[in-house]
């Protein structure tokens, strides 16, 4: 299964994951026939999901190291994780295999559980947990914060879910950065901005 991945996610880079048909795959393969790939995956869109989830779990070795770092608060945590998650290959890897999500709606509300359901309770709100404690992230509702700070950043600002102008993302970015400040939530810099600019670049060079 996993050579069939890493031959789908190379073909999807390259081409994009509407451009890839299943028979591509299987001519890169090596002597696999297609019923081997429909032994394992039922279609198309189940190939993406799991090279999506492929791309996503090479980042949780990152992100758990950050959490776990004592030395950090849990502010500083959090600004460190957002940073780990913009990183340009992880991006450039997750943008590239990734279709519109408003034209995949299976897609998006996969991406949504994975929000609500693993990156939020695993990761995002036990570092929230810690800043409270330890006096860097003042609020009483660790849990929401969390899905609010993650579903703005994922879904609301995420070029793969609205596509816009390069002053629109602008304007998006800094009223997400006044909604963090408002509640004490400082973790956007000059790099970070950068960053998120340069995921909307990456959808427009699609």
Known sequence: MERILDVSLKLF??????????????????GLTKGAIYHHFKSKEEILY????????????????????????????LRK?????????????MFAVTPMLLNNPNLLAIQLKEIVESMVPEYIQPVI??????GSIKTEYPKELGEVIMLLCNIWLNPLVYS???????????????????????????????????????????
Do not use: C, Q
Not at 50 to 76: F, H, Q, R, W
């Open 13 to 30: 880079m390259k081409k994009g994951y509407e451009n890839t048909s299943v028979k591509e795959i299987v001519d890169n393969l090596g």
């Open 50 to 77: 799991a090279v999506s989830e492929k791309i996503y779990e090479s980042l949780k070795p990152k992100i758990g190291k950050i959490k776990n770092d004592k030395s950090l608060t849990g502010l500083e945590k």
């Open 81 to 93: 994780m957002f940073k780990a998650s913009m990183e340009t290959s992880y991006h450039e890897k």
């Open 129 to 134: 947990e810690d800043g409270i404690l330890d």
């Open 164 to 206: 816009v102008s390069k002053e629109e993302m602008l304007n998006k970015i800094k009223f997400y950065d006044v909604i963090l400040k408002g509640i004490g939530i400082n973790i956007l810099d000059n790099d970070m901005y950068n960053k998120i600019m340069n995921s909307r670049n990456l959808i427009e060079d699609k």
